[in-house]
T-cell receptor, first 111, second 116 residues
């Protein structure tokens, strides 16, 4: 079983702050990494993908990947109350056929 | 607009009853997936299909069955053999299986199944 680990939280940050969400994975040969946002009672929606070591920025979101450390993170700048949700890390392995998801980190942005 | 449609949104199952969850996509995606989500848990893979008339068991296939007779459709049947079926069920699709790594998934809106 390939593991994807996330801190369940809740992670609480004040509005306007940077939220940092972390994820580790066990399959060293994993190829691609995704962050999904899931509001309560809703289905996940893709917010970021990353395949190469380093940073990838998209608006207020930055994904960071370190394959040597088997670590991927998501930074949310200028956090807003509407960012309050569960963030799921998902990993696609080298011989994989489907995404393997972590349990998610609950983020709460307080006004 | 293209997307994935899951129905019904809410479903109630009596003990010993089989129920079928519908999943239809008009994205022309080859691969389709079923996941189960329990409160506070991540998504666990039930079944997946990379091509019409072919499907494979995921990590928790016991008590479930699927079919893939059409590219657009991937229904999931929750059988009476599934002893704890209450959960949120999510259907997803992706482009050609070899490209799932680059595009990720598109999800349906989910079906919430409750045993009564």
């Amino acid at each position: 079983q390939k593991e994807v680990e996330q801190n369940s939280g809740p992670l609480s940050v004040p509005e306007g702050a940077i939220a940092s969400l972390n994820c580790t994975y066990s399959d060293r040969g994993s190829q691609s990494f995704f962050w999904y946002r899931q509001y309560s009672g809703k289905s996940p929606e893709l917010i970021m993908s990353i395949y190469s070591n380093g940073d990838k920025e998209d608006g207020r979101f930055t994904a960071q990947l370190n394959k040597a450390s088997q670590y991927v993170s998501l930074l949310i700048r200028d956090s807003q109350p509407s960012d309050s949700a569960t963030y799921l890390c998902a990993v696609f392995g080298p011989s994989g056929y489907a995404l393997n998801f972590g349990k998610g980190t609950s983020l709460l942005v307080t006004p | 607009d293209g997307g994935i449609t899951q129905s019904p949104k809410y479903l109630f199952r009596k003990e010993g009853q089989n129920v079928t969850l519908s999943c239809e996509q008009n994205l022309n995606h080859d691969a389709m997936y079923w996941y189960r989500q329990d409160p506070g848990q991540g998504l666990r893979l039930i079944y997946y299909s990379q091509i019409v008339n072919d499907f494979q068991k995921g990590d928790i296939a016991e008590g479930y069955s699927v079919s893939r007779e059409k590219k657009e459709s991937f229904p999931l049947t929750v059988t009476s053999a599934q002893k704890n079926p209450t959960a949120f069920y999510l259907c997803a699709s992706s482009r050609q299986p070899g490209q799932a790594w680059s595009y990720g998934y598109t999800f349906g809106s989910g079906t919430r199944l409750t045993v009564v």
